[in-house]
């Protein structure tokens, strides 16, 4: 039996690929980018409503099948390439990306394009069901993590179709589902230094199940006692990283930053 190549399963279900391309709310004039197309059943639907299309596909069998198929229409475009390598600058502003991510690499393409916000509009992703939960999760919910975090802090995030496995051949063992994520133009808390920020999300995560005393031991000497409990900006650190919000984390990072940039 020829193997699958790359833990691909293609979307077969034609109403759920509709439904995905009214989501995306693609806008005349906009570039629309759809990253890993398989089979085409999202770029066939896609190429009837994008001024100007781009798929990226890292399997050359589909890419010279998609080429085949799309080629001689104007504005369609074909890039072989990896996805999470892709420079998304050379490609335009404004870019709405649709995608039925590769669960193996959709964490780290999704990072790619937030690294590349300021290029996009928009992004309209299919995602493993168990991802979204934890890119969707509020502080104190179980998903709840630094991805969670990272995501919220850079885009406004909308979970918005559930799709079961049915829709997909070969049927993965795993429900997908759409999330919608837009670029915002600033952070949404204001933060001095971002590289902290981030660095003490990760730490406060880093063993879920500690508290931020044990798990932020590098900033131990700025700690405070108040009433016998270890406290930093306020917070008291005999709580756990999931129960804080982006506000916690932003004035606990700035408040390290003060007394650590004098």
Not at 17 to 27: C, E, V
Not at 128 to 145: F, S
Not at 208 to 233: C, H, I, P, T, V
Request: aromatic share 8%; charged share 20%; proline share 6%.
């Amino acid at each position: 039996m020829r193997k699958r190549p790359l833990g691909q399963n293609f979307l077969i279900d034609l109403n759920i690929a509709q439904n995905i391309i009214q989501l995306a709310n693609i806008q005349p004039g906009e570039p629309v980018v759809e990253i890993g197309p398989g089979k085409g059943v999202l770029t066939q639907i896609l190429i009837d409503q994008a001024d100007s299309l781009t798929v990226i596909e890292l399997d050359p069998r589909l890419s010279k099948d998609l080429q085949n198929r799309f080629g001689d229409t104007p504005s369609f475009k074909l890039i072989e390439g990896d996805a999470a390598k892709i420079d998304y600058a050379s490609l335009g502003v404004g870019l709405n990306v649709v995608s039925n991510l590769p669960y193996y690499a959709a964490t780290h393409i999704m990072k790619r394009l937030i690294h590349y916000r300021n290029q996009i509009s928009s992004m309209t992703l299919m995602l493993q069901k168990e991802v979204v939960d934890r890119l969707t999760a509020n502080p104190g919910q179980k998903e709840y993590g630094s991805l969670s975090v990272y995501v919220q802090y850079y885009c406004d995030v909308q979970r918005l179709l559930e799709i079961p496995n049915t829709a997909f051949s070969p049927k993965p063992k795993i429900d997908s589902s759409l999330i919608g994520l837009k670029p915002l133009p600033q952070p949404k808390v204001q933060v001095e230094n971002p590289k902290l920020f981030f660095k003490l999300v990760n730490s406060a995560f880093f063993h879920k199940r500690k508290m931020l005393k044990n798990n932020l031991k590098d900033w131990e000497y700025l700690f405070r006692q108040e009433s016998g409990q270890a406290q930093l900006a306020g917070i008291d650190l005999s709580r756990r990283g999931e129960t804080l919000s982006l506000e916690d984390f932003a004035n606990l990072a700035n408040h390290v930053h003060a007394l650590t940039a004098a």
